[in-house]
């Protein structure tokens, strides 16, 4: 029972679920992806991923993204080790109280347009921590959010799927702050 009141408190998500679920074929996502990238970025979407207190399970995913599978090196995605290359920044995990303050600090340091992409339930608002003492609450509690991934965690395939529909997103509307 506890999970289907998750599922009903979870919000509306920017990304929509019924995209989530889509079956596809991965290659088609990846020429897909490459045409966005190369037109909205000149060739290279570089990403900082920040940890503000999830339980690993979306990085993992995140990880998958670079194995030969996914291969996301290969059609312009790159996670960089500083916010200050970045353009794009996706957050995973509840923010805790104690990486609230690093999480502003990151945010201030990527260069404007600053998108920001919320994944994962415990990002988007909490999660299954939601009400803890250590918990400040969802990633939008401390910087704003533009975007918004569910699940727990999304799979690799959903978060590439996802950011195909951001950067359709993006391509529509130029005034990302």
Excluded: W
Excluded at 126 to 142: D, L, T, W
Excluded at 152 to 177: R, W
């Amino acid at each position: 029972m506890s999970i289907y009141s998750k599922i009903i408190a979870t919000r509306q998500t920017i990304v929509p679920l019924s995209l989530l679920s889509q079956e596809g074929d991965i290659t088609q996502i990846k020429d897909k992806l490459n045409k966005k990238i190369s037109n909205l970025f000149k060739g290279s979407l570089a990403i900082r991923e920040v940890d503000a207190g999830s339980s690993n399970a979306e990085e993992q995913e995140l990880t998958a993204l670079a194995n030969t599978f996914y291969d996301s090196e290969r059609f312009g995605i790159h996670f960089v080790a500083s916010p200050r290359h970045a353009d794009m920044l996706m957050v995973t995990g509840p923010v805790s109280r104690n990486m609230a303050l690093a999480l502003k600090k990151t945010y201030e340091a990527t260069p404007s347009p600053k998108i920001v992409v919320a994944v994962g339930d415990g990002a988007i608002d909490g999660g299954i921590f939601k009400g803890s003492y250590a918990i400040v609450g969802g990633v939008h509690e401390v910087i704003p959010v533009h975007f918004q991934i569910p699940g727990d965690p999304p799979s690799a395939k959903q978060i590439l799927v996802s950011l195909l529909y951001i950067l359709d997103v993006i391509h529509g509307k130029e005034d990302i702050k």
